[in-house]
């Protein structure tokens, strides 16, 4: 069983035929330049640390592939209230169910009962899967859309003008109006 780097943000492809009967354990950690692609496709300022752990398992008397994951990663984000930047740690626990896109297709051709719409499951593409792309995924989703940086309050920022600074710079355009 190898994990064998491939084309992307955080490239590890996993050969889903070499998975053993009880299923199998796997770490991925993220190089540095690894890290800086996570963050420019983020939109973050850094990303500093980012690992997973993968549990892979097909499920009783299915073809069904379970996969059980935990994301820990250290990044950078820009306060929606101060616009300063901060530090966030995070573990994201999940869990995604990946079919062979062939038998996917087969399955529902055939009406079989798949509990579940094709895109419900991840994709697993002549018997290999790309594992660094689905933990890059799983973190975009669960990253926090409008971070606030501990400690930053709504009311103080409006009291500072709205950006976390001294001036306003509305107060500048009312200025303007008046003349």
Avoid: W
Wanted: with cysteine.
């Amino acid at each position: 069983m190898q994990i064998h780097d491939i084309n992307g943000d955080l490239p590890r492809n996993f050969s889903v035929a070499d998975l053993p009967k009880g299923g199998a354990d796997f770490t991925v950690h993220a190089t540095r330049d690894e890290c800086l692609k996570i963050a420019k496709r983020a939109n973050l300022p850094g990303v500093e640390k980012f690992s997973a752990e993968f549990h892979l398992s097909y499920l009783p008397h299915s073809e069904i592939l379970s996969i059980r994951g935990m994301i820990r990663a250290e990044y950078t984000q820009i306060c929606v209230l101060s616009l300063d930047n901060f530090t966030q740690e995070q573990e994201i626990e999940f869990e995604v169910q990946a079919l062979d896109q062939a038998k996917m297709a087969h399955s529902l051709q055939a009406h079989e009962a798949i509990d579940t719409a094709e895109e419900a499951y991840e994709p697993i593409i002549a018997e290999h899967m790309d594992l660094g792309e689905l933990a890059v995924q799983q973190f975009l989703v669960h990253i926090d859309p409008y971070p606030k940086k501990p400690g930053a309050k709504l009311a103080e920022m409006a009291e500072l003008g709205g950006s976390g600074r001294a001036e306003n710079p509305f107060l500048a355009l009312k200025e303007l109006k008046n003349k």
